[in-house]
């Protein structure tokens, strides 16, 4: 089975544009979870869809925002890009069980805002 | 949101056993402990998952009290391979919305 696939790898991207990162899940997994990484905060939970729904919700603000379409890929957008938006993003993908968190993550996109 | 804490650094020796902790007060009632590894510029990866006492699978075991507010992660016979850095997950019971907390990860060293 083909892993979890995120694109673009790496972003370079100017503060005040937005961005929108796409994630594409292991075969028959539902549900798809974003996270934050940066040296400073570390791994932060941005949100997870299942079944195209928003089931759950870290504490970023609404500038993140994101969306899960009808075969599970599952695109992240962030606007107004802010300095401190540099980060690595990775997305996860798991069969979507309530409580179980055993996910399969992707390698990451590395946006840089300059 | 109660944080999840893990302490930030270990040392170890090729074939000893590790053991790492983490700390999760504010754990959701129903929610798993999960445990990944994460390699330099790579995605974290799946090591092992449980509830409560103890479970175990062909690369680590977790072991986890009757209050659910820790839980540690066992490493038998550690390789210089598994220097990683290491995290444990939890869903926090805040209000509203699930929140899925990441500890604060473990940097393991093995040394020959």
């Known amino acids: 089975k083909a892993g979890v696939t995120q694109t673009p790898r790496y972003l370079i991207k100017t503060r005040g544009q937005q961005v929108t990162l796409s994630c594409s899940p292991i075969?028959?997994?539902?549900?798809v979870s974003w996270y934050q990484q940066t040296p400073g905060q570390g791994l932060q939970f941005l949100f997870e869809?299942?079944?195209?729904?928003?089931?759950n919700k870290g504490n970023f603000p609404g500038r993140f925002s994101g969306r899960q379409f009808s075969n599970s890929r599952s695109e992240m957008n962030v606007s107004t890009l802010e300095l401190g938006d540099s980060a690595l993003y990775l997305c996860?993908?798991?069969?979507?069980?309530?409580?179980?968190?055993?996910?399969?993550f992707g390698p990451g996109t590395r946006l840089t805002v300059t | 949101l109660a944080k999840t804490t893990q302490p930030i650094s270990m040392d170890s020796y090729e074939g000893q056993e590790v053991n790492i902790t983490c700390s999760h007060n504010?754990?959701?009632?129903?929610?798993?402990i999960t445990w990944y590894q994460q390699f330099p510029s790579q995605g974290p990866r799946f090591i092992i998952q449980g509830y409560k006492t103890k479970v175990t699978n062909e690369v680590a075991s977790l072991f986890i009290p009757a209050d659910r507010k820790s839980s540690t992660l066992s490493l038998p016979r550690v390789s210089l391979s598994d220097t990683a850095v290491y995290y444990c997950l939890v869903g926090d019971k805040g209000a509203g919305f699930q929140k899925l907390v990441f500890g604060t990860g473990t940097r393991l060293l093995v040394s020959p």
């Open positions: 996860a993908s798991s069969l979507g069980g309530s409580y179980s968190y055993e996910q399969y």
């Open positions: 869809y299942f079944s195209e729904t928003q089931r």
């Open positions: 504010n754990i959701a009632t129903n929610d798993y």
């Open positions: 075969s028959g997994h539902r549900s």
